[in-house]
Structures are given as C-alpha cells and as structure tokens.
C-alpha cells in the first residue's frame, strides 16, 4: 500500500469512526471473535497453567506460550535484544514469627499481633527489620497536593518516626458545607487517596515506617481483604528507582482506636480535623513503636513479553494494547487443600482481547505508528512488570500517544452500555465513549469510583509518566445487558466479585464472550484511530497527569 492510500485509508477509517450512529446495540463486535477469546480464556485458566504466579512453574509454561501466539499471528519481536522478552528483576518478602511489634505510652504497653491487629511488610532485601522505640505522628490523609492548595504535612519533620495516615482522599467523608468538599474529586478517588501513595509520601517525607489506617467504606474492602496474601509483597530490584519506606502496613480500625486513646487523643475527632486545610500533624505523645520481625527474602527473574507492528510512517511513535498474564498461581486453602487461582477472568480475558486486537491489526493495513503489544508480569503484586517497562522503556514515552490497557472483561452477554473508568481524565476517553456509540451503546462512568479503579491496573505507571491511557475494567458497574437488563447484570457482577481473585475465576464453557468482544472491538477503534494519526491524545486540564505530559511537549512537535 502506498502511502497516500493509507492516509485515504485512515481518513475514511477516521471519518466512519466518528460518523454518529443511530441503531440499537446488537452486540457486533467487528473482527473480534469471542470464540477464539473463550478458548485462550480457557487455555490460560487450564491446570497445565498453575495459576500463572510469576517466578513459579507456571511461568515457565505462560511465557513460552505468549510467545508463540504472537508469532503465529505474523508480530514482531517487541523486547529486549531483539528478542519477545523484558525481564523485570523481582524482590519478594513475606514476614515470618516469632513477631515482636508493641506500643508504649509511658507504663503502657499495647502489643499488636500479627494479622489480627496489623499487616506488615516490606519491599527491602532485609532479613529482619528492627524499630526501636520510634515517635509516632498521625499525618491525616498524609496528602501533599500544590496544585489543590492541600499539604497535610506543614514542614513537619518524620525522619525516623512512624507515620499514621487515613486511607482514601481528605473529602471522602466531607459533607457538602465543609471547605474541602469537591477539592478531590469527591467519592471518586484521586491518586492520592491511594494506599501506594501514602506509602511513597512516606518515603519522600523520611519516615521509618508508614502504618495506614483500616476501615472498610474508605478502603472499599474488608479487613480480610488486607491480611489475605499473608504480608507477602513482591517489588521489583531497586524499586524502580525510588526508595521505599523501611516497614509498611495497615492497623486494623479497632486497634488502632485503641492506640490513640492510650496516647489520650481521639481518632474518629482526629478524622474530622483531618478533612481541614489547617490540619497539621499530631503527634501521639510519648507514644513509641518498637518491632522485631523476621522476613522470608527471595530474588526472582520474571518476563514481560512484547509483540509490536512496525509503523509505515512514524515507527518512532506508539500506540500501546496491553493487559497481565499473571494470576496468583498455587496455594493451599484451610483445608489443606491445594488450589489455583487460575485468573481466567483477571485477566485472561486481557490476554485474550490483546492477541485478538493483534490479529485485527496484522489482517488489516499496515498502521502509520508503530503498535505494540504487551502481557505483563506482576499486575496482581503491584504493576511490576509495567511499571519495570516505564522505568526502562523500549521506545519513548514521550512519543507514546496511548496506552490501552484491558483489565477484567465481563461474560454476560452484549450490552447496551459500556462505563468509563477514571472519566474526565483525557481524550482517549471521549473516543472511547465515540466508539462504543458505534455499536449502539452510550457510555457512562464507573458506579463506585471511591474503589479508586483507575490507580489499580496496568495502564497508571503510563499515566504516572504522562502517557494519555484509558482503561476499560467490566467490574465498573451493573451492564444493561440485551438479554436481562441491568437485573442481569449485577447478578453477573455480583457472582463475579466473589470469586474475584479466587480458585472459582475459572473458564466456563457457558459464558456469553460477546459482551466482552464489544468491549475489546471499541478499544480497538480507539487505538486504530490514534495509530493512523497525527493527533496526539491529550490530558484534560484538570488531571493530575496533565503537567507531566505538558514537559515533553516539545518532542512531539
């Protein structure tokens, strides 16, 4: 194709893509086949796969597979060397007993036990982390925000001291007269509601250790939730180049009640006083936290793998698919039993719709970007493997239009909506929603963004660096299904987040994957746009991200 047929090529594609249509949703999903995403569905979830736990046997199996998926498609080596793999050097911790974690006020002594009133970990190589005696400082929401006119911290010194932070954003609990009401976004989480944030703040600020507050409604997930992977933590080696706070963790909400009133300070008026400006740290007075505890240390090798298609005009510049191959593999449950968490949903459903876009792409003309493909390692223990890539990146960020990331695909059936996660952030968004109209369907945004769903999948560390992202996560909300309605839907919903992250996300031969095909067809439109453009998608003004991109501004000039 020469290349003024392919500018013809792109503008036709760009003007059907933007033409509004005005039928009902059918569940069409283009050249996006929910059979052949079933079937790798069920290959991913297979025993054969163990669960697809990063540096475990089931890598061994995942990773050599992906590979020849890409190749069949007719890809490109998109790695290292030349090469289909990126490998992300991994650190995991796990704590151990006997475990020696108390505070004192004065004569009082209140010990905490492990997993019933505290979590704790690390991302340190350290076999055994020691704390002796340190002050304590109840730091708020632990926020520092220039561009809100927000700093919990006021100069406040933390260097070796433990600091304590509520979790979620300072107005999360605001009513509507309170100043701070709106300033972050509301119910909807920023980044800085994070509990990866507070963690980070604390290392800027020089804490010892970091300890956040647990309840439910702020975290949006039970205390069971928190104390489930037992302390183990994985990080990649070096920490991407930041250096992580020494001890981290959660405090249950009743223990920690009783920690501050032995230090004769309210928490739940504390947690008022927190949602003001004015706030500044409180100190709990002669109030020290001491621990001992030992940690199971283990370094791994774990592999991104990457596919791309090479851009006819500006093979420089990239439009990104991606989703996560890994799974939380083998474990035994309170029976003794050993069982797989197979990830068939979380997210072969990703992989799935990655190597179906790919095959799109590779039938298709050739783009005039450059588009890769990834499956990532690590999504489930931090966004390690994309976050690895951000930190050593094989083509430019700054040059990188979109980052499309696909993270838990509903198996429903179509439906006559599709949601927005993290809405108002950037364009890719409103192309997006643009798309989905295409099919029939309008677009709204996430039903519960308090559970901060856009800071918890692979595209953030791209967002982090500026590049524009959208993420398309199914467990955003209730589906109007065309069979059902939204009754349908949330019973799907439902079923689907109780087995979230559980033995029973396993494949079913049952399950309706055209839903899930429309979701994976519209992002496809999204990134097809942007690979046959000149555009670059942009930040809307009032994200957080906005000035991070506007720095390298320039280089795409």
């Not at 151990?96 to 505290?118: M, N, V, Y």
């Not at 340190?134 to 100069?155: I, L, N, S, T």
């Not at 409180?282 to 090479?310: C, E, G, M, W």
């Not at 429309?518 to 453009?533: I, M, N, T, Y």
Request: glycine content about 10%; proline content about 6%.
């Amino acid at each position: 194709m020469t290349s003024r047929t392919a500018a013809l090529a792109a503008f036709t594609t760009a003007l059907t893509f933007l033409s509004p249509v005005a039928h009902a949703a059918t569940g069409d999903s283009g050249p996006i086949d929910p059979h052949r995403m079933s079937t790798i569905m069920e290959t991913l979830a297979s025993d054969g796969f163990h669960g697809r736990a990063p540096g475990t046997i089931g890598e061994t199996v995942t990773v050599p597979w992906l590979i020849e998926q890409f190749k069949a498609l007719g890809l490109e080596p998109g790695g290292e060397n030349g090469g289909w793999t990126q490998t992300v050097p991994m650190l995991r911790t796990q704590p151990l007993e006997p475990a020696r974690i108390i505070a004192t006020t004065g004569k009082q002594t209140l010990p905490f036990t492990l997993q019933k009133d505290i979590s704790l970990s690390t991302r340190l190589p350290q076999a055994r982390i020691r704390i002796d005696h340190a002050p304590m400082v109840f730091v708020g929401y632990g926020v520092h925000a220039p561009e809100r006119q927000w700093d919990d911290f006021k100069g406040v010194d933390l260097h070796g001291k433990v600091a304590i932070f509520l979790v979620n954003d300072p107005d999360f609990d605001a009513k509507p007269d309170e100043p701070v009401a709106g300033r972050f976004k509301g119910r909807a989480m920023t980044y800085y509601g994070r509990w990866t944030y507070k963690y980070e703040e604390a290392a800027r600020q020089g804490a010892i250790a970091a300890l956040i507050v647990h309840d439910t409604p702020s975290a949006s997930y039970p205390w069971s939730t928190v104390v489930a992977p037992g302390g183990q933590v994985y990080d990649v080696e070096g920490h991407g180049g930041e250096t992580p706070v020494p001890l981290q963790g959660w405090i249950e909400g009743n223990a920690a009640a009783r920690l501050f009133a032995q230090a004769g300070l309210d928490l739940a008026a504390l947690r008022t006083q927190a949602r003001s400006p004015d706030f500044r740290p409180v100190a709990l007075a002669h109030t020290q936290f001491s621990v001992d505890l030992p940690f199971k240390v283990d370094h791994l090798k774990s592999q991104n793998v990457l596919a791309k298609i090479t851009g006819a005009a500006y093979p420089d510049e990239t439009v990104m698919f991606g989703a996560h191959w890994d799974a939380f593999g083998e474990s035994r449950n309170a029976q003794g039993q050993t069982v797989i968490r197979r990830g068939a949903i979380d997210d072969g459903s990703g992989i799935a719709g990655v190597l179906e876009i790919a095959r799109a792409f590779k039938n298709g003309p050739r783009p005039q970007r450059t588009v890769r493909f990834a499956a990532w390692t690590g999504e489930e223990r931090g966004l390690l493997g994309s976050a690895w890539y951000v930190t050593h990146p094989l083509a430019p960020l700054e040059k990188t239009a979109a980052n499309l990331t696909m993270d838990v695909l509903q198996m429903a059936g179509p439906a006559r909506n599709a949601f927005v996660i993290g809405a108002g952030q950037d364009s890719l968004q409103d192309d997006f929603a643009a798309a989905a109209r295409t099919q029939g369907r309008t677009t709204q945004p996430e039903a519960m963004p308090e559970r901060g769903a856009f800071y918890r999948a692979d595209h953030l560390p791209f967002a982090r660096a500026g590049v524009p992202v959208l993420a398309v996560m199914d467990m955003a909300g209730k589906f109007d299904l065309l069979n059902g309605g939204t009754e349908a839907g949330g019973q799907w919903l439902t079923a689907y987040m109780a087995c979230y992250h559980q033995p029973c996300d396993a494949w079913h031969a049952d399950w309706d994957v055209r839903g899930a095909a429309q979701d994976v067809e519209a992002v496809r439109l999204v990134g097809h746009k942007a690979a046959f453009s000149r555009d670059w998608p942009s930040w809307k003004a009032g994200s957080e991200f906005a000035a991070i991109r506007a720095k390298s501004n320039a280089a795409r000039q």
